[in-house]
């Protein structure tokens, strides 16, 4: 890695979602990734909800939800195991991709519960 960086956090207290992007933007910045999201599990243990997205799609991802089980991010959550995602997906006929659109540019992902 080699690189160091110091945040400094103060007036932060109590906002969830401006430490959630912080730690995000970080995250992305050392994986050189294009953009992220954190998911949150709901109080009844049933579905993630986006709380925090960087990248081109963040305002369309705020307050998605992802069923436990379903997809990329319920998998992982429902394993709880990382789910390592390799080359284009057609998400036409994957189910862990079902009702999500190509996105062109998305060669990789990850998921980490």
């Known amino acids: 890695m080699g690189k160091t960086e ?16 912080m730690c995000l933007t970080c995250a992305c910045d050392v994986l050189e990734t294009d953009g992220g999201s954190v998911m949150l599990l709901d109080e009844d243990g049933k579905n993630l ?12 991802a705020i307050g998605q939800k992802v069923a436990v089980g379903q997809r990329v991010s319920g998998k992982a959550a429902a394993t709880r195991q990382p ?9 036409e006929k994957d189910e862990a991709f079902k009702n999500m659109r190509q996105y062109e540019k998305i060669n990789s992902g990850l998921s980490v519960p």
Do not use: F, H, P, Y
């Open 83 to 91: 789910v390592l995602v390799q080359g284009k997906v057609d998400v």
């Open 6 to 21: 110091v945040i400094t956090v103060e007036g932060l207290e109590g906002n969830r979602k401006k430490i959630l992007v």
């Open 49 to 60: 909800t986006v709380s925090a997205a960087v990248g081109a799609n963040r305002q369309n």
